[in-house]
């Protein structure tokens, strides 16, 4: 297919290839196992020849997904797996090693920050730095240096990190750049606008967008010379160079690991990408109209969003996202003297659930739940305050879920 947008792109790539019975989706295959009649064919499989051979590595129905994540990110290849926290796994542990130092932004998701402490009893050293400022990026690079970390939109306090500049200091430093791009998704930024490595999108949340299937996914942009990687094991180094990656994770996260997308769910989240983009675009309106009568509200002490003024990277959002949006998170602080869980419980929009990216609103009060484990202080660092909620905005009438929170107040007051 010659290049087209996005949402023509995903809508009919299946029927690109030849499908079974002409369907206009790839079918869901259930198979765990493939027969070869040739030997030498099974065998090939087992090396990087396209194929099948077990499903823990890949089905035809999750080879399917990954295409579509590809063109979505013009990458050079992806792989899917089970969750987003099992893709960010996947890499970490496949291409990192004991003695290794990464650098973290302090503004990640709690379950990501959880995981990389576990690392420090594998022997990998972390510094975990202020992100929005290339300077500490720059002071924490050691000579054993392999990887950084950030998101594109923090989680759960919208900070934005200087992508462009980390991309530019990663590329000269010969250092992979890991970025989360699921808050952003590819239809405000694509991995290759920021020179990204690698980049990871939980496939839950807005990719698929109906809350009905968990999955991950690592795209490969291109922009890494593998050949000079130094982890890279020497079964891998036989491959072609803009290979190596993937296949390593894919061999030792996949295969040894199994940390592997159902067909079921692949197809789910294959089909909820169709609309991703109409979606999308639906979200990032309502966000910042509903950010806009936030900050003017008196029930909330702060408001914090990209597209505001106020917000600290409004300028550095602008040029990221080329105004296109900033996002589907709004994080805002309920003022002190009001009943936090009297005026969550009399919402009737707005639905009270831990996720993001969804059709529907979301809220979640963020200290009691997702960060309930993590300290005071490393909370304040993070810019969370104890009445903070996380508002995950959906598709649906704004004036709806204006008007849902007023009456909420008014029956908490």
């Given at each position: ?293 936030m900050q003017q509200s008196p029930l ?53 659930a831990t996720h993001l990216g969804d ?37 649906e009438n704004v004036e709806d879920l ?12």
């Open positions: 297919m010659d290049k087209k947008g996005i949402t023509t792109t995903i809508v009919h790539m299946d029927r690109q290839k030849a499908i079974e019975h002409n369907a206009v989706h790839k079918p869901i295959h259930i198979a765990s196992q493939y027969a070869f009649k040739d030997v030498r064919d099974l065998i090939a499989v087992f090396g990087n020849t396209p194929g099948y051979a077990y499903s823990r590595q890949g089905t035809p129905t999750v080879s399917a997904l990954e295409q579509k994540i590809t063109a979505l990110e013009d990458g050079v290849g992806s792989l899917c797996f089970a969750s987003g926290m099992a893709a960010i796994a996947a890499v970490m542990l496949t291409l990192l090693k004991a003695g290794d130092h990464f650098i973290a932004s302090h503004y990640i998701f709690g379950n990501t920050k959880s995981l990389f402490n576990t690392l420090g009893n594998l022997g990998i050293e972390m510094t975990v730095v202020d992100t929005t400022n290339i300077g500490e990026v720059k002071a924490a690079i050691k000579s054993n240096t392999r990887l950084l970390f950030t998101e594109s939109i923090a989680n759960p306090v919208t900070q934005v990190s200087d992508l462009k500049a980390m991309g530019d200091l990663c590329e000269s430093k010969g250092i992979l750049y890991f970025v989360d791009t699921t808050m952003a998704t590819p239809y405000l930024l694509r991995g290759k606008d920021i020179k990204a490595s690698l980049v990871m999108h939980s496939l839950s949340k807005a990719l698929c967008g109906h809350a009905n299937a968990l999955g991950g996914s690592i795209t490969d942009t291109g922009m890494f010379n593998w050949d000079n990687y130094p982890n890279i094991l020497e079964i891998y180094k036989s491959y072609p160079v803009a290979n190596r990656g993937l296949i390593q994770i894919k061999k030792k996260a996949l295969r040894d690991m199994g940390a592997s997308l159902s067909s079921d769910a692949a197809s789910r989240i294959a089909i909820g990408l169709e609309t991703f983009e109409l979606r999308i675009q639906k979200m990032n309106e309502n966000a910042l109209k509903l950010a806009q009568y909330f002490s702060e408001v914090k969003y990209p597209g505001l003024d106020s917000h600290p990277q409004h300028e550095l959002a602008n040029q990221l996202f080329q105004q296109k949006g900033y996002g589907t998170l709004i994080a805002a602080s309920l003022r002190e003297d009001i009943d936090l869980v009297a005026f969550l419980n009399h919402l009737q929009v707005i639905i009270l059709n529907r609103t979301l809220c979640l009060p963020v200290a009691p739940t997702i960060y309930a484990e993590m300290s005071a202080e490393d909370r304040a660092v993070m810019g969370i305050s104890d009445n903070l909620l996380r508002i995950s905005v959906g598709i204006i008007e849902d929170i007023e009456q909420a107040y008014q029956k908490t007051v």
